[in-house]
């Protein structure tokens, strides 16, 4: 039974007895406790009245025996109705009392009765969370079907997560968000990349994917130092902001920490910083993919830089590269020795009683190695058995890009080893050979070379 009929019709029980007239009448003494104010009396409480009436007001017992400790107005009523002998009262008495219990109009907190009780309504903002209905963990509130209507138990679709109380991307595919990645160095970016890059060590790119969709391709990119260097965002194939032939500079900021989201709108207008902080300027138009032919072709990265990317006759290019090493050459000078092994003649060597040799492209030059060609020494036997090929764009930290153990195909003096680099999408500044053990009878750890060359994708910005 709802508590609505259990509370207030007894103010209309207690009108109705007081007008009984003649043989119908109960004293007004046996009703006089009855409070007169609207609506206040319950129906329990008129039936504890009815209980101890006396005298010639007395109900007998046996009318009212049946009553429940906790009767609702209607039953009450039903009972004065049925009444029968010297207990009953005259059915004319009470037929006008209404057949339901109810609530006088007004505002009870959360509800407002009207309509002489007909009508009910929730007060507006009364509806907590915890009085809606129970819904299945993980799930959210909202609606999915066409059109207003009813609110809907929503669940979650792949690529989301719901846990304490925060709604969260998981990443994946689709659009879907990496982890962040820490990036010192160049490097070719994928859809859903979120990269953190320093540039304190140099001008850095970040090549964009090379076939995106709008669908999926967005990229994050925050800037963690301030340094003067440039931030280049190169899309390739692809426009940026509308553009052929250009890059998006994400300048060095005041602000460090800032974040910017490049995404690819569609063909016209290809790449676009989302949040202002990119500026535009022109991609470098020099580069070349150089690709290995034959030992001792002229397709390599030196002969490419000593031609003038293959617009003059070949002059050596040291003077354009910067040369380093680990220790004290056995013989000429460093300077001497350096220039001697990119000058195309074996028996002009570089010997050094150090376990490495680096070469600098130069700022804003840079190559993605995929073949490295080397050519033994005219005179000596410490051959290239054991040693790395390395890569930087610091000068300080260095990537393994080819690791070679106990190499036998040099046996003679002026001699190549040539081997593919494969998997590199990165490009490099530096380039360095470093020797693991020794390649010879002296046991010792040691660089002697004729001739190096680098194959792959150059740029020069």
């Given amino acids: 039974m709802s508590a609505w009929t259990r509370i207030l019709r007894g103010i209309d029980i207690k009108r109705r007895l007081e007008s009984l007239t003649g043989n119908d009448r109960l004293d007004a003494s046996a009703i006089k406790n009855l409070s007169s104010g609207g609506g206040s009396q319950t129906a329990p409480e008129i039936r504890d009245l009815l209980t101890t009436l006396t005298g ?92 207003s209507g009813d609110i809907e138990q929503l669940t979650l679709g792949s690529g989301l997560s719901l846990s304490g109380g925060v709604l969260a991307a998981t990443g994946g595919g689709g659009g879907g968000l990496s982890a962040w990645q820490t990036k010192s160095s160049n490097y070719t970016a994928v859809a859903g990349d979120r990269l953190r890059v320093n540039c304190t060590a140099g001008d850095i790119v970040i090549t964009l994917p090379v076939s995106p969709s709008a669908s999926d391709a967005d990229i994050w990119v925050q800037r963690v130092d301030s340094t003067a260097n440039k931030l280049l965002l190169r899309s390739g194939s692809n426009k940026i902001k509308s553009q052929t032939g ?8 005041a602000a460090i920490d800032t974040i910017e989201r490049v995404s690819y709108i569609d063909g016209s207008i290809g790449w676009l910083g989302q949040h202002g902080l990119l500026t535009y300027q022109s991609a470098p ?70 376990p490495w040799m680096m070469v600098d492209l130069g700022a ?11 050519r033994s020494w005219i005179n ?5 058995r054991n040693f790395k090929i390395q890569g930087s764009n610091n000068s300080t ?13 040099i046996t003679g003096n002026s001699q190549w ?10 490009a490099y500044r530096y380039l360095r ?3 693991t053990a020794p390649g010879d009878s002296n046991n010792v750890i040691e660089v002697a070379l004729g001739e190096w060359e680098f194959y792959g994708l150059f740029n020069s910005n």
């Fill in 417 to 426: 080893l040539s081997l593919p680099i494969p998997g590199i999408t990165t």
């Fill in 285 to 354: 138009s020099s580069g070349a993919t150089l690709t290995y032919s034959s030992n001792g072709d002229t397709n390599g990265l030196f002969y490419y830089l000593g031609t003038n990317q293959n617009t003059t006759a070949w002059v050596n290019p040291f003077p354009q590269l910067v040369y380093s090493r680990s220790g004290t050459g056995s013989f000429d000078n460093f300077a001497t020795m350096t220039n001697r092994i990119v000058d195309s003649h074996p028996g002009n060597t570089w010997l050094e009683t150090s």
């Fill in 56 to 147: 010639t007001n007395r109900l007998s017992a046996t009318a009212i025996k049946d009553l429940p400790s906790n009767p609702t107005a209607i039953e009450i009523r039903d009972l004065l109705t049925t009444l029968t002998g010297t207990n009953r009262l005259d059915a004319s008495a009470i037929k006008n009392l209404p057949a339901g219990g109810g609530l006088t109009d007004g505002d009870y907190g959360d509800v407002t009765i009207s309509g002489s009780g007909t009508s009910i309504a929730i007060d507006g903002r009364a509806v907590t969370v915890a009085k809606i209905q129970a819904i299945a963990s993980g799930a959210i509130l909202g609606r999915s079907s066409a059109g």
């Fill in 397 to 409: 930290t260095f990537d393994d890009l080819l690791t070679v153990t106990n190499n036998t195909t």
């Fill in 364 to 374: 804003n030059k840079t190559l993605i190695p995929n073949y490295v060609s080397i």
């Fill in 246 to 253: 250009q890059d998006g500079v994400f300048a060095p900021l």
């Fill in 380 to 384: 000596n036997d410490r051959f290239p």
């Fill in 433 to 435: 050979y470093l020797c």
